[in-house]
């Protein structure tokens, strides 16, 4: 018989064979949009390493990530202490995922976790912020005995069926009706959470402190005064923490600013799992917990087949002792401070920048019609063909000649989001400032970026 060699899998030796397939695999089997979508603004790049909050492609070739998988990796790329934890619970061979013991992981990350709310008592962990949010609303409705739900205009809280339903983007409800019966209001509008809350069938109110999209956070005194409201017609306050959650916003969660305000459900995900174990866990008052698992014949019903797993919550266990052994929130503070600062001192010099928002380490820039007459002309040709197509156009030139990963805060937005991994250092504000001062002046002078906007404008039309 033929010796073919050692058999087993090798994953290096696969990368290396097929790794240069990346984007026909991905037109092949998976989402052929997104390949499409990056060849079209010239995000095609194959990056080939990443550590702390920089990658490299096959160049050698630094980037700065300003993104952070969407706010996934909260210490940057490759902590060795994350990766230590992991190589121990893989080299410890634990019984894992019996589902008939109690692991001692679980109990020690929900003991870490619930200490940054001391108001909180019990923790659910599932595997994304999707499920986190799911639980919530599951949690909430049964605690309270009543089915609807409140939430934000322009919210994101997901896009499993339940999430859906409290999604403030009709762009990505569209077509998936019937969903949940529930009911938006405007960020802030109290009088119409009062008039809802008379109705006598809400369970609680969804919220994100800050809004993802857009970059809007809710105004002084809402939440507070908010869950006054809520509480005295027996409904909840959940908080959305998935994306705020973790330092993001220069406190662990972005509800923390302000004073007095103690959700009874909490929801997190992204920057738990070190960028490594897809994580979710909703945080809830022990009273809520007890009364949907009220008896043993109740004890599962509510579950997920890999929470709780061992390798999450070493990840997490491992993400909450840096954050405390670094100084992660402090310097998520410090370095957002700096950041926003000195991109707030550049709306005076810019007419096409008018506003830079935010909190800690997640910063809205916006841009605007401009007052002069040549500009003006061609920010109304962008906007006629598809409203978002000027704050892409900024985005370009940041990846391809500053070589700094951002995007747009969501679709038909004027809105780029920052939100680095929570290590970036003054270095990499600098870096970040000088590259966007570029290509702000490139746009003001009618530079190249705007030969780029007619390929969108084009683009854009063919889409239609």
């Not at 492609?57 to 060795?80: Q, S």
């Not at 406190?251 to 997190?268: K, M, R, S, T, W």
């Amino acid at each position: 018989m033929k010796d073919d060699g050692p058999k087993g899998f090798d994953l290096a030796q696969l990368l290396a064979e097929r790794g240069a397939e990346r984007y026909e695999l991905h037109t092949k089997y998976l989402n052929h949009q997104l390949p499409r979508m990056l060849h079209t603004i010239g995000f095609d790049k194959v990056y080939e390493r990443a550590e702390g909050a920089h990658f490299w492609d096959a160049e050698g070739n630094d980037y700065l990530d300003m993104l952070a998988g969407f706010g996934v990796m909260g210490l940057g790329r490759h902590h060795p202490v994350v990766r230590k934890a992991l190589h121990d619970v893989l080299d410890a061979s634990l019984a894992d995922l019996t589902r008939f013991d109690c692991q001692p992981l679980p109990g020690l990350l929900a003991e870490k976790l619930l200490t940054h709310s001391p108001h909180l008592d019990r923790v659910f962990f599932g595997n994304s912020g999707t499920e986190a949010v799911e639980t919530a609303l599951k949690f909430a409705r049964y605690a309270t005995g009543k089915p609807r739900i409140l939430y934000c205009a322009h919210a994101f809280h997901g896009l499993t069926t339940g999430a859906l339903s409290v999604n403030g983007e009709a762009g990505f409800r569209d077509g998936f009706a019937p969903l949940l019966p529930d009911t938006a209001i405007a960020l802030g509008d109290l009088d119409a959470l009062r008039r809802e809350l008379k109705r006598g069938d809400v369970a609680g109110l969804v919220v994100e402190p800050i809004q993802g999209k857009g970059v809007h956070a809710s105004p002084p005194g809402f939440l507070r005064a908010g869950q006054e409201l809520l509480h005295k017609y027996k409904a909840l306050l959940i908080a959305d923490e998935v994306q705020t959650g973790l330092g993001r916003t220069g406190d662990f969660y972005a509800y923390q600013h302000e004073e007095g305000v103690e959700p009874d459900l909490v929801c997190v995900a992204k920057a738990l799992s070190g960028g490594y174990v897809p994580v979710g866990a909703t945080l809830g008052k022990d009273w809520i917990f007890k009364r949907v698992y009220s008896s043993m014949d109740r004890v599962l019903v509510h579950s997920a087949s890999f929470g709780s797993n061992a390798q999450a919550m070493a990840a997490g266990l491992a993400v909450l002792t840096v954050m405390e052994d670094e100084e992660i929130v402090a310097n998520a503070r410090r370095t957002g401070d700096l950041l926003r600062e000195r991109l707030a001192a550049l709306v005076g010099r810019y007419e096409l920048l008018h506003e830079v928002r935010g909190r800690g380490l997640m910063i809205g820039i916006e841009f605007g019609r401009p007052s002069s007459l040549k500009l003006r002309s061609r920010w109304t040709m962008l906007q006629a063909a598809r409203k978002g197509l000027f704050a892409q156009m900024v985005v370009v030139p940041l990846l391809q000649k500053h070589r700094i990963l951002t995007q747009v805060s969501g679709d038909h937005l004027e809105v780029i989001k920052l939100i680095p991994p929570l290590v970036i250092d003054e270095a990499d504000v600098d870096r970040f400032v000088t590259a966007f001062t570029a290509v702000m002046d490139d746009a003001h002078n009618g530079g190249l970026m705007w030969d780029f906007g007619r390929t969108l404008v084009k683009q854009a039309v063919a889409n239609r």
